[in-house]
């Protein structure tokens, strides 16, 4: 295995190394340790299928389980322990632009981190091309820490402390979007997390925001609005993104403690974008829900 780097700040991409079958430890851990350092892995194809991915992601820790968001009247069109990213429906046509998953999946079109909504939020998120679009459909990755690093002692000693709110329905309904059952509500209620962490992995402190995040706990509405914009403005300024463009069989690795990231729009009606994703929890109890019961 060899190993380059794509951006001066972060995002490294793994060479040489065949993830459709069991890796060795050392190179294992070296790729763990370069994960630490770099936020993002790139793997080059060829495509492997469903299990073959889920066995790869399972070597990182826990699967998240409760995949998929939207319940109410969904079939699903790949195993459910990998997430569905695609523009696709249970019978592999292109969805309706009138579909409620359809304008779900708009959302992550914004700057997000995976499942910081979720009581366990999400470790690592490893993201594989079964079909690409020829033009739009990249994604793109915002390094935190370095968001971090480069806020102003003064910005910093402000936020070291402060909390906020995170729901799907926030990032949702900033779409417009509101279409979710009474099950899928109470499904999901929103989780409080710091805006501050240290990442366990490299000691660096770096920046958690999404578009989940609706406020400041503590403060009045407006002004921890303002506020979150305000950092993920800072946040997603080009210096601290890579934009991937993808191939059918890339693997794409990103650690959502540290990073952001979002799709770019694609013409939905006429490309077909089939993407799955298979997430690892994050079990570390210094960033579980501070919400009070
Ligand atoms: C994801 C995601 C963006 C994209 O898989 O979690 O947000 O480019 N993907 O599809
Ligand atoms: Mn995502």
């Not at 790139?42 to 968001?69: K, S, Y």
């Not at 910081?116 to 033009?135: G, I, N, Q």
Request: with cysteine; aromatic share 8%.
């Amino acid at each position: 295995m060899t190993i380059v780097k794509l951006h001066p700040l972060f995002v490294a991409k793994f060479n040489a190394v065949d993830i459709s079958r069991p890796i060795d430890e050392p190179t294992f851990r070296n790729i763990e340790e370069t994960l630490d350092e770099h936020a993002v892995g790139v793997f080059a194809g060829p495509r492997i299928d469903e299990e073959a991915q889920i066995t790869f992601a399972r070597r990182f820790g826990t699967l998240e389980q409760q995949n998929g968001v939207l319940t109410t009247g969904i079939k699903a069109r790949i195993s459910r322990q990998l997430v569905d990213i695609s523009n696709l429906d249970d019978s592999n046509a292109l969805l309706a632009q009138q579909d409620r998953r359809r304008m779900f999946s708009l959302g992550n079109q914004l700057w997000h981190t995976d499942s910081s909504f979720k009581r366990t939020p999400a470790k690592y998120s490893l993201l594989h091309a079964h079909s690409v679009t020829p033009e739009g459909g990249e994604t793109q990755f915002a390094d935190m820490r370095a968001a971090y690093d480069t806020l102003s002692p003064k910005m910093k000693a402000r936020i070291e402390t402060l909390v906020a709110e995170h729901s799907i329905f926030n990032s949702r309904a900033t779409l417009g979007f509101t279409e979710f059952s009474d099950e899928e509500r109470r499904a999901m209620p929103p989780v409080h997390r710091g805006l501050v962490r240290v990442h366990p992995g490299s000691g660096r402190k770096t920046l958690y925001l999404a578009s989940h995040a609706s406020h400041i706990v503590g403060w009045p509405v407006p002004d921890g609005r303002m506020l979150i914009r305000e950092l993920i403005e800072h946040a997603t300024q080009p210096q601290f993104l890579y934009t991937h463009r993808w191939s059918v069989g890339d693997l794409v690795i990103w650690d959502n403690r540290c990073t952001m990231h979002r799709g770019r729009p694609y013409e939905e009606g006429i490309y077909r974008r089939d993407m799955r994703r298979a997430t690892i929890q994050d079990l570390d109890p210094g960033v579980q829900d501070r919400r009070v019961a």
